[in-house]
């Protein structure tokens, strides 16, 4: 399939509906919704890490625990005990994650297409759903936790799916602090300046906890498991420009979308949400020197899933809905041209049997048997 062609045809259809709204259609909306979910459901996903998860999964089999996910460990080891086949676990874990996607794009946004277009293209579906799957597991509970709970402050109940995340994926372990960001909301209202004035020593001493300190700790104390396997996170400290130079324009993008759409006028969980996205940047900058935890910042910015749809949502009048819907487009278009051109690059020296480039991404079907053995036999064998 082109990915192009899809986007395009979705872009279209965006600046069209913001000129004509009254055109918008729920059935249409709901056809396409099913198609979508059907193929996700169905996709045995032809990433980067496909095979090192096949790898795993004939570890778990043979009781080769992987002591840092033991929620996925365990999720795997239920579906073994009904079969034994790859496949199987690829149709559950996909399941989970558009269930609760599906889910909760069904019933907190306001744009269901626009929610299924920036999961598309935003960097979840190249990135997490068809590669980093633990992560994606990780970040659909987060997503359904978020929305599910933290709007009535319902903090047990989200900080049991917070445990269930970070079960997923050590990533999930920011989501602890999310709450957090109420006390800071509150302390913003009572005095801005001050407010914002804790938030940069507060990242500026982060940094220099995660610089200074913490590889410190690494050199040191290298043997214990857990901390061997942060070695990878603060390994080859490098400083990418392009990657901050991004967050900043995808901070700058949602916060037109904020202002466009209401600015002060909006409510006391709209002004969290922004706080959230702004959280996400200071987690960016804080790790700033380490390209492999930018995951974290991709995590909390699951929210926008939602968030983006909604603020466009609200936006009044067609020229202001125009004058966030192209910024958002075009670095839309961006992300996911810089996503698909990593993962052709690293499939195709990984799998060489792979047929992919930036026009035809392969969609292969967990009922392609003869296809999947074609891509990836060498990892089914002992």
């Known amino acids: 399939m082109n990915l192009f062609v899809i986007f395009f045809i979705f872009s279209a259809w965006f600046c069209f509906l913001a000129w004509k709204p009254e055109l918008g259609s729920r059935k249409i909306s709901l056809a396409v919704m099913a198609f979508l979910t059907a193929g996700l459901i169905f996709d045995f996903k032809v990433g980067v890490d496909t095979g090192s998860y096949i790898w795993l999964y004939r570890s778990i089999m043979q009781n080769a625990i992987d002591y840092r996910n033991m929620g996925y460990v365990y999720l795997i080891r239920g579906v073994q005990l009904f079969s034994d086949r790859y496949t199987v676990s690829v149709l559950t874990v996909n ?20 929610s299924y277009f920036l999961f598309f293209s935003s960097g979840l579906f190249l990135m997490y ?8 597991l990780s970040m659909a509970v987060f997503l359904f936790a978020f929305y599910e709970y933290l709007p009535q402050k319902k903090y047990l109940q989200y900080y049991v799916c917070c445990l269930l995340s970070m079960s997923f994926h050590e990533a999930g372990i920011i989501s602890f ?5 109420f ?35 690494v050199k040191y104390y290298w043997w214990v498991p857990a901390i061997r396997h942060f070695v990878m996170y603060v390994d080859n400290a490098s400083f990418s420009i392009l990657g901050l130079g991004m967050e900043l324009v995808w901070f700058a993008v949602v916060l037109l979308l904020y202002y466009l759409s209401g600015g002060k006028n909006h409510s006391e969980w709209e002004q969290f949400q922004m706080l959230v996205w702004g959280f996400s940047l200071a987690v960016y900058l804080c790790m700033v020197r380490y390209p492999q935890t930018s995951r974290i910042c991709d995590y909390l910015q699951t929210i ?10 609200e936006i009044p009048d067609m020229k202001r809905k125009l004058a966030g819907l192209i910024p958002l487009i075009g670095l839309s278009f961006i992300l996911m041209y810089g996503d ?18 930036m026009t035809h991404y392969p969609y292969v079907s967990v009922f392609d048997e003869m296809t999947i053995e074609q891509y990836y036999g060498s990892y089914f064998v002992e």
């Open 129 to 136: 759903y068809s590669s980093g799957i633990r992560q994606m």
């Open 177 to 181: 602090a999310v709450p957090l960001v």
């Open 304 to 313: 926008m899933l939602i968030f983006v749809p909604n603020l466009l949502n």
């Open 183 to 217: 006390l800071f909301q509150r302390y913003y209202r009572q005095n801005p300046v001050r407010a914002a004035g804790c938030a940069v020593i507060g990242i500026l001493g982060v940094f220099g906890i995660i610089s200074f300190l913490i590889p410190w700790i």
């Open 340 to 357: 698909l051109s990593f993962v052709v690059s690293r499939v195709r020296s990984t799998y060489s049997e792979i047929e992919i480039s």
């Open 95 to 114: 399941i989970i994650c558009i269930g609760l996607c599906i889910y909760t794009i069904f019933r907190y946004s306001r744009d269901w297409l626009m």
